[in-house]
């Protein structure tokens, strides 16, 4: 069954050329599009939809606040954010919210494919070239105070996995992990896997923003 697909951007021209790359692909197809977050709201309550292409500033209900009422229901689909903005506090609200991903909209269809294939099969996706930059720059504005009992949380974690943490909030692959701690790579999957568990997370990108905020993690990328 093809990876049901929709797009939401209030330029129509996009949404075009992303509809003519993503339908030329034998396990994708585009089901349904949005010009603006209320739109795409309205079209999910009657549409399946595996994974949304969500666009940030629109009118209306940008696409940071769409995302986060999409993720607050239950099952929702996943959401890639698309912005055009390399650093952009309007993606960093997107992962806050709730999204699975984070893209340029310049990036290579293929990269962009190859994004929404790992986006829908359970993977997170923040474009490495931005991971370190974005989370730097936004890290600064996390809340302090309020994060004593996510403190408590990482406790719970042997310190092999307290350090694929480390690894994953840098933004490195399982494959660099396992180079980097010389485990294989299945190995750095179960730890990944036991990381989000015990920490009640849904995935990478909700790792990442935890390591941060946790300080488990700095600004400048170092553990």
């Not at 923040?126 to 105070?145: I, Y």
Request: charged share 25%; net charge negative.
């Amino acid at each position: 069954m093809p990876i049901r697909v929709m797009l939401v951007d209030d330029q129509v021209l996009l949404r075009t050329g992303f509809r003519m790359v993503l339908d030329a692909q034998p396990d994708m197809e585009v089901v349904a599009e949005a010009g603006d977050g209320v739109e795409a709201l309205q079209v999910l309550r009657s549409t399946e939809v595996d994974v949304v292409l969500m666009d940030v500033r629109m009118p209306k209900l940008d696409g940071v606040e769409a995302t986060r009422r999409i993720c607050a229901d239950p099952n929702p689909p996943k959401v890639l954010i698309l912005t055009t903005f390399d650093l952009d506090e309007y993606a960093f609200s997107g992962l806050k919210a709730g999204a699975s991903g984070f893209m340029l909209k310049d990036v290579p269809p293929g990269e962009l494919l190859a994004a929404i294939r790992a986006v829908h099969s359970g993977d997170a996706v923040v474009a490495p070239s931005t991971t370190r930059r974005l989370l730097d720059r936004f890290a600064p504005m996390l809340p302090g105070g309020s994060t004593e009992p996510r403190h408590k949380e990482l406790d719970r974690l042997t310190d092999r996995e307290r350090e694929v943490m480390v690894l994953v909030a840098q933004g490195l692959s399982n494959g660099e992990i396992a180079a980097r701690l010389v485990l294989s790579e299945a190995t750095v999957k179960t730890h990944v896997g036991r990381i989000l568990t015990k920490l009640g997370l849904r995935d990478r990108v909700q790792v990442v923003v935890l390591a941060y905020e946790t300080g488990l993690v700095r600004a400048g990328g170092h553990g």
